[in-house]
């Protein structure tokens, strides 16, 4: 069972994403956040496999969100999912040391697949997947 941790300023879409993946049958939701201070002070106590922010919450901007998020948990797999197709959001991500990257629009049909992967092999600093 894999512990995702959901970080987006929608609270419909954590509702519907959180159901989505425990429908999948290998997903427990262990926390969610709508920003991205508080999603880094919960992090902070939480034991998770993996994390999901959205690339536009508030707080910091994405690049230094990952970046904070990883010193606090050396290793964790971060997908960043988004609605903003520009491939420099996606470069910055993964730059940062995001695991993969998601658009919400094809969220019901990759995000799972993703979070798996991303959690099959250890996300580096300024690498991982670009999925």
Do not use: W
């Not at 989505?20 to 496999?49: N, Q, R």
């Not at 995000?111 to 600093?125: I, Q």
């Amino acid at each position: 069972m894999l512990r995702v941790f959901i970080a987006d300023d929608h609270p419909l879409y954590r509702r519907v994403l959180s159901a989505f993946l425990e429908s999948e049958g290998d997903f427990e939701i262990a926390g969610e956040a709508g920003d991205g201070e508080t999603a880094l002070a919960v992090l902070e106590k939480l034991a998770v496999d993996v994390v999901t922010f959205d690339i536009s919450m508030p707080g910091p901007p994405i690049g230094k969100l990952i970046r904070a998020a990883r010193r606090l948990k050396k290793g964790l797999p971060i997908v960043v999912v988004t609605m903003l197709e520009h491939d420099r959001y996606r470069q910055e991500a993964i730059d940062a040391g995001a695991s993969g990257f998601v658009l919400k629009k094809n969220a019901s049909t990759e995000l799972a697949g993703v979070l798996r992967k991303a959690c099959e092999k250890p996300a580096g600093p300024g690498g991982g997947s670009k999925e």
